[in-house]
């Protein structure tokens, strides 16, 4: 659901300063907040987004020539010459 709300301006400024410190959307540090407030568990949801598994896929060979990961801009470069 989508709302609006007036909120003093040092307040936004400061929670979209925490948000971005977590890297996380303002709407989830919003949302974390309201639920803390009202005595809802948060925490069953939280241990199961931090209990995600990752597959590492890797295979033989290494970086293709030219591919310079360490240099964005290089590899953004690389990228569109593969084309």
């Not at 568990?41 to 987004?49: D, F, K, V």
Request: hydrophobic share 40%; net charge positive; glycine share 6%.
């Amino acid at each position: 659901m989508k709302a609006t709300v007036e909120l003093p301006d040092d307040l936004v400024i400061a929670a979209k300063k925490r948000a971005a410190e977590l890297r996380r959307p303002l709407r989830v540090l919003i949302e974390r907040g309201l639920r803390a407030e009202l005595g809802r568990s948060y925490a069953s949801r939280e241990s199961r987004e931090r209990n995600v598994k990752l597959t590492w896929v890797t295979v033989e060979g290494g970086l293709p020539r030219g591919a310079d990961v360490a240099d964005r801009a290089a590899m953004h470069e690389w990228l569109r010459s593969q084309r």
